[in-house]
C-alpha cells in the first residue's frame, strides 16, 4: 500500500493541533503557517520530498 503524504495539508494540520493546544499564540502560528504555505507555493513540494 503506497501513502502519498502531501505537505500542505500536513502543515495545515500541525497548524490546527497548535491553535488547539496554545491559543495564545495564534498570531504567531497563523504567520508561520502563511510563510510555509507561500514557500510552498512558489517553490514546490519537490524539493522537500525527494
Known sequence: ???HITLGP???LIAGVL????P????????IY???IG???L???GA???
Not at 491553535?19 to 496554545?22: G, K, V
Not at 495564545?24 to 504567520?31: E, F, G, P, S, T
Open 48 to 50: 522537500f520530498l525527494k
Open 24 to 31: 495564545r499564540l495564534l498570531n504567531l502560528i497563523v504567520a
Open 34 to 36: 502563511l510563510i510555509v
Open 1 to 3: 500500500m503506497n501513502l
Open 10 to 12: 500536513l502543515v495545515s
Open 39 to 41: 514557500l510552498i507555493g
Open 19 to 22: 491553535i488547539l493546544l496554545m
Open 43 to 45: 517553490f514546490g513540494t
